[in-house]
């Protein structure tokens, strides 16, 4: 089995990217944008991950037959586990604006609560 | 000698601050007096180096932080510098009365180090930092009393002070020099060589003017001067108007100093005359005619003194600006006798602010009984302004005349003839309006200035009847400063003599003016009227208003008298012209701006966050397509 080519998952990470951002600057409804929010941020670890990749080398955990030499990129792994957990948390949060928002508003489109807000 | 010249410079400064710090009234004040007095001290003590040493100037070096600091005490500099301290010193006496708290005395202080520095740097560092250090202190000075016009000041400060530090960066780019010396010898190099573009040395020429034409108050720049003049403390402005506008003017002639050959040789002759300096003498002409007139049409006396000195300070770049050695005579003649005539002004100002808390003309009247002192040293700096022999004004006016007409330049000396004329009439005007006539009653308990103020006005006005009974003191001097001119255009060490004549004659080209006879003439004539006065004179009553009106029949809105609407047939008949306000035309500008800033935050400001995110796709779009990502 032959691997593909990196520039695929580099094409691949950032149209996730801009997919995520085409729903933030034209979807109306928060949770779309929260969506879109969660779609970019997962093309980003994506990117920073294919970064670091060496092609045909093995996950950077040093055991049996596999040294330094061996492995891929591990900064870009410590990288990306961070910033997964930053995301949930971020997730997170906006989650629990947009309930606080629907509540007192009672509609979740932003030109809607924008009107409301006055 | 070294040492002098730092102590010259930073005495006035280090005095300002233990004023500040201490702040004792009788103790704060005795230092003001005393680091006032010490620059001026060693300057005359400096006198007979700087003439023995016509070609060699006591020079003072010093590298701060890489930079080659120069500062250079030829006789042009002294003579700025000396002028600048006679006025500090009679500012000092003045603040004894005037000052409220140490606040004043450290800024006043701070300028007046300032105002020396910049007179005797010889390199552009020391020359810039000291330029704004002067700057900044008259702006607090300003800041304390009247915000609004102190932001003028400051907006066009700022304008000028960058329009220089761009010029002082082209020069440096294109030369590598920032001593004066060096400059001059690069110029002159390129002149000949071409190694500056003419586009450069025309933009480098119209920055200084900006940064110059700015403190010097020249037309159009000269908007923030009214209200920076009038909204202060009336010694300091003595100051202010006496020395620190001067630096402007000793701009000009740094200008010449520096570029002459070559902007001669980018810019060429115009009708036998420097390009470059026609347009410097125009902006001066200008300057006198509007200033005049509008300083006739004031109804309030610092606003009067206020546009009056921006037209005298006009004479001096106008002669400046004729080009020859006449005209750089009148010039520098006319900085000495405007600021010993205008700081004289604004003393009497401060005095009669002081002892009445009026500042309108239809308050005041028949003060001369009241303040007799003030009213001498009144009369001394109206008579030496309005350029009536035999005053320092007369002489320093005369050289101008003389100037203009050797250059053949008949609109501009047309110009100063109908600046003179209109000087004549708002100083008439004051004579009349403060001292003379009926006293209204609320100043009827007036006394006369406190003595240091009258001390003040006294330094100021020995000096307007000294080297107007004596120019030839002056004179003698000057030709001195131009020897050292020319020895800085040509290198040539040639002893020029421009005026020449005794102690009590002028005698120039195209003409001579004996002062001494004019003075004995007036002695008698004065005595032949007083006699007249004494033995044959009946005094008659007549109604106030008979004086005034010419004739025409009184009403009740057209009531002019000397205190109140004296001029304004004058202001109808230029009421075409008066709508024309380059203050109002900035004020305008601003309120476009201010629009144009609003529209512009309400249309992106909009509070919507996906607009925000648009935003930020575009820049990361163009980052892309730039290749930064």
Known sequence: MSLPSISVYYFGAISLVLIGLYGVLVKKNLMKILISLSIMETGVNLLLISIGYVSGKSAPILSEGIGPAQAVDPIPQALVLTAIVIGVATTALALSTAMIIYEKYGTLNIEEIRRLRG | MMNEIAVMLFTPLIAGILAWIINVKGIRETIGVLGALVPFALLVKEYSTVVNNLYNPPTYQLTVSGFNITFKLGTLNWYFAAVASLVGVAMAFGMISTSRNSYDWLFAMMSYTGVLGVFLSWDFVSFFLLWELMTFA????????????????????????????????????????????????????????????KSETI??????????????????????????????????????????SKAGAYGFLLLYILMMVKLYYVMGPFHGHLTFAYIIAWIGAITVVVASFLAVLQEDIRKLFAYSSIGQVGYILLAFGVGTWMGFAGGLFHVLSHAVFKGLFWLVTAAIILQTGKTRFEDFGGLAEKMPITFAMSLIAVLSLAGIPPMAGFASKWLIYEAAIQAHM??????????????????????????????????????????????????????????????????????????????????????????????????????????????????????????????????????????????????????????????????????????????????????????FADWLREGFYNGNVQAYSWYLAIVLLILALWGVL
Do not use: C
């Not at chain 2, 009258?454 to 001097?477: D, E, H, Q, R, S």
């Open chain 2, 138 to 197: 008259s702006f607090m000075m300003v800041l304390k009393r009247n915000r609004h016009e102190s932001l003028k000041y400051f907006v066009l400060s700022v304008i000028g002070a960058y329009a220089m530090l761009l010029a002082i960066a082209l020069i440096y780019a294109k030369t590598g020099a920032l001593n004066f010396d060096d400059i001059r010898h690069a110029m002159y190099l390129d002149a000949i060589m071409g190694g500056m573009s």
């Open chain 2, 203 to 244: 933009l480098i020429f119209a920055l200084f003017l900006t940064a110059f034409g700015v403190k010097a108050g020249a037309w159009p720049l000269h908007v923030w001067a009214p209200g920076a003049y009038s909204e202060n403390d009336q010694s300091y402005t003595a100051f202010f108007s006496g020395a620190l």
């Open chain 2, 410 to 595: 008949p609109l501009v000396a047309g110009a100063i003839f109908l600046g003179s004329a209109l000087a004549f009439a708002y100083v008439v005007r004051f004579l009349y309006a403060v001292w003379f006539g009926q006293r209204p009653s609320d100043l009827e308990d007036v006394q006369e200035a406190p003595l240091p103020l009258l001390i003040g006005m006294a330094i100021l006005a020995i000096p307007n009847v000294v080297f107007g009974v004596a120019p030839g003191l002056v004179t003698k001097y000057i030709n001195k400063v131009l020897s050292y001119m020319l020895f800085l255009f040509g290198e040539r060490k040639v002893d020029v003599s421009i005026v020449t004549g005794s102690y009590y004659k002028l005698v120039t080209p195209t003409g001579t003016y004996n002062a001494l006879t004019v003075t004995l003439m007036l002695v008698v004539g004065l005595a032949i009227a007083g006699l007249i006065y004494i033995y044959g004179a009946k005094a008659r009553r007549i109604p106030v208003t008979n004086t005034y009106q010419s004739g025409n029949p009184v009403t009740e809105d057209y009531n002019l008298s000397i205190r109140r609407n004296f001029y304004r047939p004058l202001a109808e008949a230029l009421e075409f012209w008066l709508k024309y306000s380059f203050d109002r035309f900035y004020e305008r500008l601003a309120g476009i701006a201010e629009d």
